[in-house]
C-alpha cells in the first residue's frame, strides 16, 4: 500500500490536467498514488491520462454520468489506498520535493493525523472579469504571526473553528494545504465531503476531531484559480453557474443575496453545528458579521457594474429592521476598521485585486508550470 493518495477530481480540466498530474508523477518517489476522478469529461482529459498510462501510479475513477463535485471528490477518496491523503484541483501544482518535505515532518513529529503547511496562489489569464494577465499572492494564506512548527492544541483548533461563526477565517478553507491521515478521516461524521463546499466542512471537522494536528511553516503546493473554477464565476459576476457547477444550493431563512460565498459558508456553519452539537455548544454564527459582508460585497458588484442602482436598492429593502443595526455596529468594531484600506480597493482599477487584494499582477507568465518554475 502507498504512503500517500494524491486524490484529483477533474471535470473538463483537460487544459491543465497535464501541469497538474507532472507535478505530482514527475517526484520520482514509489509511495504514492495519484487517483484521478474523471466526471464524465469530454475534452483532453483521456488524451492526457494516455500519456501518463504507463505509470503505475496513476489508477484511474470514469464516471459515464456527470457527478456532483462532492460526489466526484468522495468517488476517488473511496478508491484510494494510502495512509496520507492530499486533495488537489486540476489547476493547482504539487512543488518539488513536497512528499521528502512531508515525509519528513511526519517522522519528526511522530506521524500525526494532520499535517497542516502554507502554499502561494496562482491566478490564470482571464480567471477574474476584466483581468487578462496572471497573477501570484505569496502566501497563499496568513497564519497567526506568531505560529511556529508544531503541534495546535485541541483549544487552539476548536477557537479557529469558533472564529470562523464570526466569519473570521484564521484557518486556510483550502482542501490542498493540509495532508491528513487515514485515521483521522474516519474519525469524522461520515460522509467525509459535504455539500455546499466539500473542503469546507472537510476542514473544519478535522480541526474538530483530529487527535494531534501539527503545523510545519513551509510552501509546498500551488493553488490555482482557473476560468473553470468556482472563483471564476464568484468574482465574475455570474455566481448562479458556479453554483450549478458545484452542483449545490445554499438556501436558509434569512438569506441575503450578495456573495454566494458567504451564502455557502452560512450552510456549511450550520451543517457544522448541527453535526458537532458537543465540541460546538454555544457557538452560533454571528449575524451581524454575515450582514456586514453581504452588504460590502453588493457594494462591490454595484462599483463593479455587475448589479445597477435598482438592484442594489432592492437587496437593501430585504434587510430587516435588526440588520440595519447590526450594520450600525460596524462603528464600533476595531476589526472593519483595520480593514478600512482593503475597501478602498474599490477605487482601484485593477479588477483582480478588488476582490483580493494581496494579489500581484505577472505579465510575463502565462500557465501554473511557469510560475512554479
Not at 467525509?192 to 483530529?210: G, K, V
Request: proline share 5%; aromatic share 12%; with cysteine.
Amino acid at each position: 500500500m502507498p504512503e500517500f493518495s494524491v486524490l484529483l477530481p477533474t471535470r473538463n480540466g483537460g487544459p491543465y490536467l497535464r501541469a497538474c498530474i507532472g507535478s505530482v508523477l514527475g517526484q520520482r518517489t514509489a509511495d504514492i498514488e495519484l487517483v484521478v476522478a474523471d466526471n464524465a469529461n469530454t475534452d483532453e482529459t483521456a488524451a492526457v491520462l494516455d500519456d501518463f498510462a504507463a505509470d503505475e501510479r496513476l489508477r484511474v475513477v470514469r464516471h459515464n454520468t456527470v457527478q456532483s463535485v462532492t460526489d466526484n471528490w468522495t468517488s476517488a477518496l473511496v478508491a484510494s489506498r494510502g495512509d496520507y491523503i492530499l486533495t488537489i484541483g486540476d489547476d493547482d501544482f504539487v512543488l518539488p520535493g513536497y512528499f521528502d518535505t512531508v515525509r519528513a515532518a511526519l517522522r519528526r513529529h511522530n506521524r500525526p493525523e494532520c499535517l497542516a503547511y502554507n502554499g502561494y496562489s496562482y491566478v490564470f489569464p482571464n480567471s477574474v472579469t476584466g483581468a487578462d494577465l496572471s497573477y501570484f499572492a505569496d502566501p497563499h494564506f496568513h497564519f497567526d504571526a506568531d505560529l511556529e512548527e508544531g503541534e495546535l492544541s485541541s483549544a487552539y483548533r476548536r477557537k479557529l473553528v469558533s472564529d470562523m461563526f464570526r466569519y473570521i477565517v484564521r484557518y486556510p478553507l483550502n482542501v490542498q494545504l493540509p495532508t491528513f491521515s487515514r485515521t483521522a478521516m474516519r474519525r469524522v461524521s461520515a460522509p467525509f465531503f459535504r455539500q455546499p463546499f466539500p473542503d469546507h466542512f472537510a476542514i473544519n471537522s478535522l480541526l474538530l476531531t483530529a487527535s494531534r494536528f501539527v503545523y510545519l511553516p513551509a510552501k509546498l503546493v500551488v493553488i490555482g484559480l482557473s476560468p473553470k473554477s468556482f472563483g471564476h464565476f464568484a468574482y465574475g459576476g455570474n455566481q448562479a453557474v458556479g453554483m450549478s457547477y458545484l452542483g449545490s444550493t445554499a438556501d436558509f431563512e434569512d438569506r441575503l443575496e450578495g456573495s454566494e460565498l458567504h451564502n455557502s459558508m452560512h450552510a456549511w456553519l450550520r451543517l457544522l453545528s448541527e453535526t458537532y452539537p458537543v465540541e460546538l455548544r454555544g457557538v452560533e454564527i454571528d449575524r451581524a458579521a454575515y450582514v456586514r459582508r453581504q452588504v460590502a460585497f453588493s457594494l462591490l458588484q454595484f462599483r463593479q457594474g455587475a448589479i445597477s442602482g435598482g438592484e442594489l436598492a432592492r437587496r437593501s429593502r430585504r434587510l430587516g429592521t435588526g440588520d440595519w443595526f447590526r450594520l450600525l455596529g460596524v462603528i464600533g468594531d476595531r476589526t472593519a476598521w483595520r480593514r478600512l484600506p482593503r475597501l478602498l480597493e474599490f477605487a482601484r482599477g485593477d479588477r483582480a485585486r478588488q476582490h483580493w487584494p494581496g494579489l500581484r499582477p505577472l505579465p510575463d507568465v502565462s500557465d501554473i508550470a511557469q510560475f512554479a518554475a
